[in-house]
């Protein structure tokens, strides 16, 4: 029996050199002034710099690594198709802006293929099976919400999960935890992830989720491969220091991840506020990877972008989606602990772990017939140090504590958006607010300029994947 999107839905949410531009707005040498500096041009600080240039202020984003997208990046030379390294999806299309940005810039957006399927030892589930799994999945998302009721304290997902789901408990917290946001059940807020918006319409972009992000950055006065090595503040100006040089701006917009935050990667002077170191270490990242394989010739007979689980005693499982594009490349997914500790073996390990996976499945040796691989390793990246923020229990406040304004400098990224936490949506929403309040707090916001179309009402999410 064939699950549906909502299901069932994969959750994907990934390095110097000489400054470079992507801009029509600035040549080199680096701009020394600017009424708003953002730092990152992952989705946040994409969409924070094309609100702030609407306002008619001068803004300009300084990138740390070679390429836009942060921890959106389709690689285009790896395979025949676009391979997406980090996120792949967007979701709630009846609310979301980039959705309409993106058909706009002519690129091709569609919703995600229907069809999923779970294995169980080497034959697909039964219709009965799955309709077991389906509800085991319903009562674990009903104990997480019931225990955020009332008042009660924060506690982990893990504690509260039903004691009887049988053979489904391991798949369960799979689906609901380490191949949806990147960290095992036991680690995670049930206020948090109670609190999740809808991310179950997923959309993609033929040419990739972090081409999208990329082409919606075309025009935005860039730096590349200059990263910020400390940045001065105050309740008046800032000034960022660069390799290419100083900035002085009247206020800051940071989109690092929550990891590199905590990790004082970037030095503050003065420094952050320990309210907000505190906050940013209680939404470390998860950990979420990919293993691709181009397997020629559809060994396992599945369909275009078809995606499988497994019915699993642990979460030492994956996520297969297959045939992406209706191409030879199959994805692996991975993540929360096991995955962690796989993706620290290096690239032979994994490689090595998806073919005895997809074999342990189909009952077929795969090796052979890899034409090529290739994996991510997002927890390894200086520039990231993770894949998606989850809160850890007690710690969901923690993303509200992130957008208060420290004097002219505001905090933005997907860490910090309290509801669509962990997805590409969340980083681009955050990015315009930590706009809008910046040019509020510098004067600047003109009324008379409409703010981009956002939702205002999203439902709660009853998913499985981000």
């Known amino acids: 029996m ?34 708003i500096v953002v730092i990152g041009a992952g989705a946040a600080g994409i969409a924070a710099a094309r609100r702030i240039r609407a306002a008619g202020r001068k803004v300009i984003v300084v990138e740390a690594d070679s390429r836009l997208g942060g921890r959106c990046w389709t690689d285009v030379s790896s395979f025949d198709v676009p391979f997406d390294r980090g996120a792949r ?28 399927r779970i294995r169980v030892g080497q034959r697909y589930a039964r219709a009965g099976e799955t309709e077991e799994f389906l509800a085991a999945l319903v009562r674990a998302n009903r104990a997480i919400d019931e225990a955020t009721r009332g008042g009660k304290p924060d506690v982990a997902c893990a504690s509260v999960l039903p004691k009887d789901l049988g053979d489904w408990a391991g798949t369960a ?8 946001i990147g960290k095992d059940l036991r680690e995670v807020s049930a206020i948090d992830k109670s609190r999740a918006q809808d991310r179950n319409a997923a959309i993609g972009c033929r040419q990739g989720a972090g081409a999208l ?11 590349l491969s200059t990263p910020a090595s400390q940045i001065s503040w105050n309740n008046r100006e800032v000034a960022v220091e660069t390799p290419a040089g100083r900035i002085a701006a009247r206020a800051a917009i940071v989109t690092v991840s929550s990891n590199v ?25 998860g950990s979420y990877d990919r293993i691709a394989l181009q397997l020629p010739g559809n060994p396992f007979g599945l369909g275009r972008d078809e995606a499988v689980i497994e019915q699993s005693k642990s979460t030492r499982t994956a996520l297969l ?10 994805l692996i997914d991975i993540g929360g602990s096991f995955g962690r500790d ?18 342990g499945l189909f009952g077929s040796d795969i090796a052979a017939i890899v034409k ?33 304004p420290l004097g002219n400098l505001f905090l933005a990224g997907e860490a910090t958006h309290e509801t669509l936490w962990g997805t590409v949506d969340g980083a681009w929403e955050s990015g315009e607010r930590a706009a809008e309040a910046a040019l509020r707090k510098i004067g600047a916001l003109n009324d008379a300029i409409a703010a981009p179309e956002r939702g205002t009402q999203r439902r709660r999410s009853r998913g499985a994947f981000n």
Request: aromatic content about 6%.
């Open 89 to 116: 999806w967007l979701h709630n299309p009846e609310t979301n802006p980039m959705i309409r940005l993106a058909r706009g810039a002519g690129l091709e957006i569609s919703a995600a293929p229907l069809g999923q």
């Open 173 to 180: 917290e799979f689906v609901l935890g380490a191949g949806g």
């Open 2 to 35: 064939a699950m549906t999107r909502r299901d069932l839905l994969a959750a994907s949410a990934a390095f110097a050199a000489a400054p470079g531009f992507v801009s029509r707005a600035f040549a080199a040498p680096l701009p020394r002034e600017a009424d």
């Open 342 to 359: 796989l993706t620290s073996q290096g690239e032979k390990a994994m490689v090595a772990f998806a073919i005895e996976w997809l074999k």
């Open 372 to 404: 090529r691989s290739s994996v991510t390793r997002w927890n390894a990246s200086p520039l990231t140090l993770g894949a998606m923020s989850v809160a850890a229990p007690g710690g969901e406040p923690s993303r509200k504590i992130l957008t208060e």
């Open 261 to 285: 935050l905590a990790a004082g990667n970037i030095k503050f002077t003065p420094e952050l506020p320990k309210r907000q170191l505190e906050a940013a270490a209680k939404l470390s990242l």
């Open 213 to 223: 992000v990329a082409k919606l950055g075309e025009g935005v006065p860039t730096a």
């Open 321 to 330: 989606s297959a045939n992406v594009g209706g191409s030879a490349l199959c």
